[in-house]
């Protein structure tokens, strides 16, 4: 329980020197915009697919739905295909897709789309139909101004803290410290 609260104090400590510290930052507009136009490439949205998973038992299940999907109405085709299951997805990022689906991803080229057919670890296949698309873009200063401020603050507080170790010849022990923390982040 000393442990906890040392710990505790020693936050707390940090928190207060941090906000005496951002008084003291420029997070204007002006060096916000200036921050922006800096770092431009880090504030994109990537694309997003939305998407439902239709699964079937076999292959050739999965093939067949594929191909009378090519028509049209490729949503009413596979809604009547005989699918085992369907799954919403929701959005999904091209971040949080593996390497090895990737491909077929991102070479959807338009909303309204079927990807696959996949096979699950659980031996069904999938087919993904791609409901809409979002694609990958620069986000604007507005829409990146919330990042834009916390980024600016940690660089920021980066600085402070390279500039703090230069002075006071700050050495860390991560071994000592992890010994005495209380509990796991």
Known sequence: MR??????????????????????????EEALREYYER?????VRNLELSLLAFFYATEEEARSALMASLGANSFGSLA?????????????????VSSEYAGAFLSSDSAKSVLGPFESPRGEYVLLFVEN?????KLSFEEARGALREDL????LEEELRELRRRFNVRIHGEKIRELQPYEF
């Open 39 to 43: 770092h431009q490439e880090r504030y």
């Open 153 to 156: 603050e940690m660089e920021l």
């Open 3 to 28: 442990l906890q609260i040392r710990w505790g104090r020693a936050n707390l400590l940090a928190r207060a020197y941090a906000e005496k510290l951002a008084e003291r930052w420029d997070l204007s």
């Open 133 to 137: 698309r979002l694609d990958s873009r």
């Open 80 to 96: 009547s295909s005989g699918f085992s299951r369907r799954v919403p997805l929701g959005w999904v990022s091209s971040l949080d």
